[in-house]
């Protein structure tokens, strides 16, 4: 689509226009400076974007060069090409824990739906009657934390006593034996992503015990990663391979805090594997192998892969670990603990859940703040982006769920429903559904 320069750039509105410098989020500029309208519409700008990307050169707009010190700088981002809609209303209320849920999760795929609670077992759900599928009993205490493999093939759940279960969510089935060398309880599962190992058969846990260790589901076996002083509070499985294991001992924080969280800017991608809002399945691991290592790397670009860890010292730090040991920068802002840090499937944000009330947004690339979201009226627990980027969900011990919008920085949807604190959220990979649970024993579903 041409753009018409003319009425864009015509001289008589230059009196009513800025300097503006376009750049892409490394600040590299995508043109020369240029005067644009000040009311100047988003999809207008969005055109003389795309067309300067298009094009791979400067739009000629009859002016003298300017001095870039002297505009108005705007970066910009590439957008989803589709679109959520956000969920406004409550579809279901499923009944069948006996205790709190603690956690759920859907399935990369979106098409199945699992939680952990503290009455000790794991449940898959059927989401179109919207009603109990499996009933999984195995654990002999909480179910703290549960992860699908990035093919859907496993689900891994661990608990307070410390074993770890891998189940089959095609029949219910334990597959193999409880896994129990870890001496306290699990904190964090994370799957070796698809594209470096197709069918998916290896996982990292993390402990309270101060340990790590890979597991191979096929020869039920590990390998311990470490020997912490400290406990292991969050493990992450990156895009290259073992080296690309990262885990949290918290030494690095100000204070020897007790609690932490992590998140990878490939993330989304690597939990989702070949997966993606159209729905496709694959035939073969060859090609599921395929398409999710084109989906890394077109998510991760020649940037090292960005990782963020939060802790009860209320702070965040940014790094780069594959290439630098020391932090990027130290995010500031949070008044108590950092319950839980989420980069965005586009990598352009970060977001930040806390015992402070708020969620916090920050720059994916710089960790510089952006904005904050008040609202809720007590703890935020857990957050989920949907996956176009564009929105923001988040659950409270207040009992909401709300969804926030990153564009106008505003609440979008107020959730209430619960009857009691929400203490897990996930919005589906097709971003049909959102689910929650907490300590009125009962998960919902919530649509559009």
Same mark, same amino acid.
């Given at each position: 689509m041409e753009i018409d320069t003319d009425a864009v750039m015509d001289r008589k509105t230059i009196i009513n226009s800025v300097m503006c410098l376009l750049t892409n989020t490394d600040g590299t500029p995508l043109a020369a400076p240029m005067y644009l309208p000040q009311n100047i519409a988003p999809q207008h700008l969005q055109l003389i974007v795309n067309q300067l990307l298009h094009n791979c050169r400067t739009i000629s707009v009859g002016l003298t060069p300017v001095s870039v010190e002297k505009a108005l700088h705007i970066v910009c981002q590439p957008q989803a090409v589709f679109r959520i809609r956000p969920v406004n209303r409550c579809s279901a209320t499923i009944s069948g824990h006996s205790e709190a849920v603690l956690s759920v999760a859907f399935s990369p795929d979106g098409r199945q739906l699992a939680s952990g609670s503290g009455d000790t077992t794991v449940r898959f759900w059927d989401l179109g009657t919207q009603t109990p599928m499996y009933t999984c009993k195995g654990h002999k205490n909480w179910v703290l934390c549960i992860e699908w493999?990035?093919? %859907?093939?496993?689900?891994?759940?661990?608990s307070k006593s410390g074993e770890l279960i891998c189940w089959d969510p095609q029949t219910g089935k334990q597959t193999g034996n409880?896994?129990?060398?870890?001496?306290?309880?699990?904190?964090?599962?994370?799957?070796?992503?698809?594209?470096?190992?197709?069918?998916?058969?290896?996982?990292?846990?993390?402990?309270?015990? %101060?340990?790590a260790r890979i597991w191979d589901v096929s020869l039920k076996k590990n390998i311990v990663l470490s020997g912490h002083t400290l406990a292991v509070t969050c493990v992450k499985w990156g895009g290259d391979g073992v080296r690309g294991l990262y885990n949290q001992s918290l030494g690095n924080h100000r204070r020897e805090a007790n609690s932490g969280t992590e998140a990878l800017n490939t993330?989304?991608?690597?939990?989702?594997?070949?997966?993606?809002?159209?729905?496709?399945?694959?035939?073969s691991p060859e090609e599921m192998k395929k398409v999710a290592l084109e989906r890394y790397k077109a998510m991760r670009g020649n940037a090292p892969e960005r990782l963020v860890s939060g802790s009860d010292d209320f702070t965040m730090i940014l790094w780069e670990p594959f290439i630098d040991k020391h932090l990027k920068t130290q995010m500031t802002g949070h008044q108590q603990l950092v319950n839980q840090v989420s980069f965005s499937p586009d990598g352009q944000w970060i977001a930040s859940a806390s015992f402070d009330k708020s969620v916090k947004i920050w720059n994916g690339t710089t960790g510089k703040f952006v904005a904050a979201f008040r609202g809720h009226v007590g703890p935020v627990y857990q957050i989920s982006w949907s996956a176009d980027s564009r929105l923001l969900l988040s659950g409270s011990k207040d009992s909401t769920l709300k969804v926030w919008d990153i564009r106008t920085r505003k609440l979008k949807q107020d959730l209430p429903g619960h009857a009691d604190e929400v203490f897990s959220v996930d919005w589906s990979p097709d971003g049909e559904k959102v689910a929650s649970?907490?300590?009125?024993k009962v998960l919902k579903l919530w649509m559009g």
């Open positions: 493999s990035p093919d %859907g093939k496993y689900l891994v759940s661990g409880a896994l129990t060398d870890h001496k306290k309880w699990i904190t964090s599962i994370s799957w070796e992503p698809v594209h470096l190992n197709a069918p998916c058969r290896r996982f990292v846990s993390a402990s309270k015990d %101060g340990d993330e989304y991608v690597l939990r989702t594997g070949a997966f993606d809002h159209t729905g496709k399945h694959y035939s649970g907490g300590k009125d």
